[in-house]
């Protein structure tokens, strides 16, 4: 089969396409045919060498794909050949022709879906819903702040909280992107480059405060958006791409809290837990990944340029 590979941690173009053996399911996993691959602002800075913890060379990336079942393994008995599944995460790197996963990392895609649109559902939806209800546990009613709406994990955010009730502010880079959040669930959006976009949340939620913020980029936002918060107001680091100084004192009188989180660290149970939510959202129409671009699979350098170089509007896919 066709897979990229890297053997060297660099700059995108380090991704070659290459003819690697099949995979061969073991005791308990499944080979999928993978349809189209997500790509994630995670796969491109585990590609250049700047992440905590890194795969050994070579390695093929990629956590998130959407195909059919192709082969299975002794003992697979949850879901059989010919099943279309999303896939979260694989033993062998999703940017390829073929994953091999344990049977816990596939799971049903509803025919309402496009395969392209699978390949969008793993990495943004499960952060989208461990942020706002396993770690801030949000709850109807309350005023949501999603800064930076409009890529992968914003724009599945803004599905499970209009879904669920809440009150929601999103902010984004564009004209097009705004438009994006409010056909995605926002009731309000702000430009997230005007500088007084805090100061305009602030007034929407007539002084009261945002109770819950999921931050995309905290090292711009972290320091203003402490004194946005409400009495007992969370915000969630999602994303955050270097250092910045914070006032700790904004957290005192709100009793206020900064929370961290890696998706890797979700713990068995509240994976199970995320998946139901979003295997029914998905079933039901709730969910909808939205796809920007797609990208032939060899041309994987193109996607991880405009991963970090470009506005988003929604998920980048490879196509094999
Ligand atoms: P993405 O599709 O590339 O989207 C990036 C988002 O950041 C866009 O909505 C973009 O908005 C927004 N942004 C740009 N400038 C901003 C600013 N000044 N303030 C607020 N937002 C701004 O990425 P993604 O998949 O949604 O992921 C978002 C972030 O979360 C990334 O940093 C990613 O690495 C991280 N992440 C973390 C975890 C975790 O486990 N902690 C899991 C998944 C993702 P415009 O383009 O409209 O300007």
Redesign the pocket.
Known sequence: MKAIRVHAFGEPEVMKIETVADPKPAEGEVVVAVRAVGV???DT?IRSGQYPVLPKLPYTPGIDAAGIIETVGRGVTRLGVGTRVYVAGARSGTYAEKALCRESQVHPLPDRLSFAQGAGVY??YA?AYRALFQRAQGRPGEWLLV????????LAALQFASNAGFRIIA????EQ?RKLTIENGAQFVLN??APDHFEQALTLTSGHGVDVIL???AN??LDRDLPLLAKNGRVVV????GRIEIDPRATMGRDSAILG????NTPEADQITLHAAIGAGLANGALTPVVSHQIPLPEAPQAHHQ??ES??HG?IVLRT
């Open positions: 994630n602002p995670v800075y990495v943004p952060t800064h930076g709406a409009t890529g992968g994990v914003g902010t984004a880079g564009t992107g997230h480059h931050e995309m980029l711009v936002n999602i994303g955050s791409r989180m890696a998706l890797l991963i970090v506005r988003a998920k």
